[in-house]
């Protein structure tokens, strides 16, 4: 073979490529036509390198069966498949989310890329579940709004007991407690006698 020069879009440079090895037919006291040419190769190894090469490049230029095709083809089939039927209560899912509100509708994609199938496919109602998980990762990964971050603790009040009305705080004083104080000598150890 030739090697092209300015090769076409699509087509591939050649490489030189070495002689192919010579098959001479042999005149072993038989007819001239009837010598086996596979007995005459001399050159083995390059012999079924080049086979194998062209056996290749038949399998990748091959027509594929038209048969295959119209089995994929989900028109074609007479028959409902456990995968029509996913297909269908995932659309009726994505339907009833995309209705569920407005936040949903405009980041389904996003959410859908978080999709896991743990309840299973069976239902529409268990890919729906799945689907609210995935929100929910989602809105997690989401940053948060800007403003106060505190503001959620402040409003925070304390429980009142039962029967009671409402109890403020306790005043935070280390100097009322007398567990806290400073530290003492011996002779303070004990109270003084009062005479």
């Known amino acids: 073979m030739e090697e092209i020069k300015n090769p076409a879009p699509g087509q591939e440079q050649l490489a030189p ?7 001479t037919p042999s005149n072993d006291g038989g007819d001239a036509g009837k010598g086996d040419p596979l007995d005459a190769i001399t050159d083995l190894p390059s012999a079924i390198a080049e086979a194998k090469k062209y056996r290749g490049i038949a399998t990748r230029h091959a027509e594929k069966p038209a048969q295959a095709a119209q089995a994929s083809d989900p028109a074609a089939s007479e028959y409902v498949t456990k995968r029509d039927l996913q297909l269908a209560n995932e659309k009726q899912a994505e339907r009833a989310i995309r209705a569920a509100g407005e936040e949903f509708d405009q980041n389904y994609e996003a959410i859908k890329a978080l999709y896991v ?3 299973g496919s ?3 109602e268990d890919i729906l ?3 609210k998980d995935a929100h929910v990762v989602w809105k997690s990964r989401q940053p948060a709004a800007q403003g106060d971050q505190g503001a959620g603790l402040a409003t925070i009040t304390v429980p009142s007991p039962s029967g009671k009305g409402p109890v403020a705080p306790a005043a935070k004083s280390g100097a009322d407690d007398p567990r806290f104080s400073g530290p003492t000598t011996p002779d303070q150890w004990y109270p003084k006698k009062t005479q």
């Not at 490529?17 to 098959?23: G, I, K």
């Open 117 to 119: 199938n743990r309840r």
């Open 17 to 23: 490529q070495a002689p192919a090895a010579e098959v």
């Open 129 to 131: 579940e799945d689907l």
């Open 122 to 124: 069976a239902t529409p």
